[in-house]
């Protein structure tokens, strides 16, 4: 990734912008994100080319090509393409764009139909939606994570919540008729110590209807604050509440 950068930014006075975009679309295809369609509906090879060493922007970013060592808006990007040998910082929200960085992005608030690719660490103060975020340093994330593939290169925390997929709690579930069957349990971790059991399929968490693995991990995620929830589960006919400590 970050050889990736290097060879687009440092080595280069104008960037393959083509190859962004394939590099894009290989990172959207491997990560079998599903629901990016504000990506797909912009056309960034038609936008101005900005080739700058330092862009502080007063306004919002939209539709623009930008090559540079640093990058800042005091409000939106919108349906950009950046380049970034620097930080790249928004004090309000990315949407339909793509950033590659070698430096820090920091988002203020929610990145929406977004793809960024860091070599460093990644700040966004909300949530992240149908969205790609692959950092070789650290993802913080002040809110949700929902229908995106967000990836650390460093087992930190992400935000106050934790990044972590279900796993990380000693679970694996898959989707079946009535909710999610537990296929397998690490007796070491959290909820491999519940009282829960293989072939238990999991309706709820704390009255909260759980149909996909996606929603699974986001309704563990938003409570672990609380450090406790409590799991609706059909255990070969018979329903049963079991209470779980999430604390890890």
Known sequence: ?????????LKKKEPDWKAIQRFAAIILHRCETKGLRGLERVDYLKFPVSSVKQL??????????????????????TGCLIVCAGPVQSESHLMSSI????GKVTIQSHVL??????????????????????????????SFVRSSAVE??????LG???FFCPS?????????????RVRRLDANKVLGR?????????????????????????????????GEATLLVDRKGNIREVPVKLAR
Not at 114 to 141: F, W
């Open 168 to 180: 990380q709690l000693g679970i694996d579930v898959e989707a079946v008729k009535m909710g999610l």
């Open 56 to 77: 502080h922007e007063p306004f919002a970013l939209a539709e623009k090509r930008i090559l540079g060592e640093s990058v800042s808006a005091k409000a939106a990007i």
């Open 160 to 162: 106050r919540f934790g």
């Open 113 to 142: 139909n977004s793809i960024i690719v860091c070599g460093n660490d990644v700040d966004i103060a909300s949530h992240v939606k149908n969205s790609v975020v692959l950092a070789r340093g650290i993802v913080k994330v002040g």
């Open 194 to 226: 519940a009282g829960l059991e293989a072939g238990d399929v999991i309706l709820q968490i704390d009255k909260t209807r759980v149909a996909t693995p996606e929603a699974f991990r986001d309704a563990l995620r938003g409570r672990l604050l609380n």
């Open 99 to 102: 950033i590659l960085a070698t």
């Open 152 to 157: 650390s290169g460093k087992e930190r925390p």
């Open 1 to 9: 990734m970050d050889l990736f950068i290097d060879e687009l930014v």
